[in-house]
Nanobody, 121 residues
Framework: QVQLVESGGGLVQTGGSRRLSCAASGRSAVMGWFRQAPGKEREFVAA????????YIRDSVKGRFTISRDNAKNTVYLQMNSLKPEDTAVYYCAARNRMPVTTNSHEYDYWGQGTQVTVSS
Protein backbone atom coordinates (compact mmCIF):
# COMPACT_ATOMS: atom_id res chain seq x y z
CA GLN A 1 0.00 0.00 0.00
CA VAL A 2 1.38 3.37 -1.05
CA GLN A 3 0.25 6.49 0.72
CA LEU A 4 0.22 9.81 -1.10
CA VAL A 5 0.27 13.19 0.58
CA GLU A 6 -0.31 16.33 -1.48
CA SER A 7 0.61 19.87 -0.54
CA GLY A 8 0.84 23.27 -2.15
CA GLY A 9 -2.74 24.13 -2.91
CA GLY A 10 -4.27 27.49 -2.14
CA LEU A 11 -5.63 30.71 -3.56
CA VAL A 12 -3.83 32.37 -6.44
CA GLN A 13 -4.66 35.19 -8.81
CA THR A 14 -5.13 34.76 -12.53
CA GLY A 15 -1.76 34.60 -14.20
CA GLY A 16 -0.04 33.44 -11.05
CA SER A 17 1.85 30.25 -10.31
CA ARG A 18 1.56 27.41 -7.88
CA ARG A 19 3.62 24.31 -7.24
CA LEU A 20 1.96 21.17 -5.98
CA SER A 21 3.91 18.38 -4.35
CA CYS A 22 2.99 14.78 -3.74
CA ALA A 23 5.10 12.65 -1.44
CA ALA A 24 4.68 8.90 -1.74
CA SER A 25 5.49 6.35 0.94
CA GLY A 26 6.93 4.05 -1.71
CA ARG A 27 7.96 3.96 -5.34
CA SER A 28 5.39 3.55 -8.10
CA ALA A 29 5.86 2.98 -11.80
CA VAL A 30 3.70 5.96 -12.70
CA MET A 31 2.73 9.01 -10.70
CA GLY A 32 0.39 11.68 -11.90
CA TRP A 33 -2.14 14.39 -11.23
CA PHE A 34 -5.86 14.59 -11.82
CA ARG A 35 -8.27 17.39 -11.01
CA GLN A 36 -11.94 17.74 -10.35
CA ALA A 37 -13.87 20.98 -10.58
CA PRO A 38 -17.29 21.41 -8.91
CA GLY A 39 -19.98 19.63 -10.90
CA LYS A 40 -17.48 18.07 -13.29
CA GLU A 41 -15.87 14.70 -13.66
CA ARG A 42 -12.33 14.04 -12.55
CA GLU A 43 -9.91 14.64 -15.41
CA PHE A 44 -6.34 13.74 -16.15
CA VAL A 45 -3.77 16.53 -15.92
CA ALA A 46 -0.31 15.01 -16.18
CA ALA A 47 1.68 11.90 -15.40
CA UNK A 48 5.25 10.69 -15.34
CA UNK A 49 6.86 7.26 -15.39
CA UNK A 50 9.80 6.39 -13.18
CA UNK A 51 11.62 3.97 -15.45
CA UNK A 52 11.98 6.01 -18.64
CA UNK A 53 11.06 9.49 -17.38
CA UNK A 54 8.24 9.67 -19.91
CA UNK A 55 5.76 12.45 -19.23
CA TYR A 56 2.35 13.24 -20.65
CA ILE A 57 0.35 16.41 -20.12
CA ARG A 58 -3.19 17.21 -21.23
CA ASP A 59 -3.41 19.63 -24.11
CA SER A 60 -5.32 22.35 -22.26
CA VAL A 61 -2.48 22.90 -19.80
CA LYS A 62 0.46 22.10 -22.04
CA GLY A 63 2.94 24.96 -22.03
CA ARG A 64 1.65 26.16 -18.66
CA PHE A 65 1.97 23.08 -16.44
CA THR A 66 5.04 20.92 -15.95
CA ILE A 67 5.32 17.61 -14.15
CA SER A 68 8.56 16.44 -12.63
CA ARG A 69 9.75 13.74 -10.24
CA ASP A 70 12.39 13.37 -7.59
CA ASN A 71 12.83 9.62 -7.55
CA ALA A 72 15.14 9.69 -4.55
CA LYS A 73 12.33 11.29 -2.54
CA ASN A 74 9.44 9.42 -4.21
CA THR A 75 7.91 12.82 -4.86
CA VAL A 76 6.16 14.22 -7.89
CA TYR A 77 5.59 17.91 -8.55
CA LEU A 78 3.16 19.85 -10.65
CA GLN A 79 4.38 23.32 -11.53
CA MET A 80 1.45 25.43 -12.66
CA ASN A 81 2.09 28.75 -14.37
CA SER A 82 -0.18 31.30 -16.03
CA LEU A 83 -3.10 29.99 -14.03
CA LYS A 84 -6.63 30.64 -15.21
CA PRO A 85 -9.94 30.58 -13.35
CA GLU A 86 -10.84 27.39 -15.23
CA ASP A 87 -7.91 25.68 -13.51
CA THR A 88 -9.78 25.94 -10.23
CA ALA A 89 -10.29 22.43 -8.89
CA VAL A 90 -9.30 19.91 -6.31
CA TYR A 91 -6.04 18.40 -7.52
CA TYR A 92 -5.40 14.76 -6.74
CA CYS A 93 -2.14 12.89 -6.82
CA ALA A 94 -2.35 9.32 -8.12
CA ALA A 95 0.05 6.42 -8.44
CA ARG A 96 0.06 3.27 -10.51
CA ASN A 97 2.07 0.10 -9.94
CA ARG A 98 2.44 -0.76 -13.60
CA MET A 99 3.51 0.89 -16.80
CA PRO A 100 2.63 2.65 -19.05
CA VAL A 101 1.45 6.16 -18.33
CA THR A 102 -2.32 6.31 -18.75
CA THR A 103 -4.94 9.04 -18.60
CA ASN A 104 -7.59 6.64 -17.27
CA SER A 105 -8.23 7.29 -13.58
CA HIS A 106 -9.54 3.75 -13.07
CA GLU A 107 -6.09 2.36 -13.84
CA TYR A 108 -4.44 4.12 -10.90
CA ASP A 109 -4.01 2.16 -7.70
CA TYR A 110 -3.49 4.85 -5.08
CA TRP A 111 -4.88 8.31 -4.49
CA GLY A 112 -4.09 11.25 -2.28
CA GLN A 113 -6.67 13.20 -0.35
CA GLY A 114 -6.63 16.12 -2.77
CA THR A 115 -5.58 19.73 -2.46
CA GLN A 116 -7.72 22.71 -3.46
CA VAL A 117 -6.42 25.19 -5.99
CA THR A 118 -8.54 28.29 -6.48
CA VAL A 119 -7.68 30.82 -9.16
CA SER A 120 -9.36 34.18 -8.68
CA SER A 121 -10.23 36.37 -11.62
Amino acid sequence: QVQLVESGGGLVQTGGSRRLSCAASGRSAVMGWFRQAPGKEREFVAASSWRDDFTYIRDSVKGRFTISRDNAKNTVYLQMNSLKPEDTAVYYCAARNRMPVTTNSHEYDYWGQGTQVTVSS
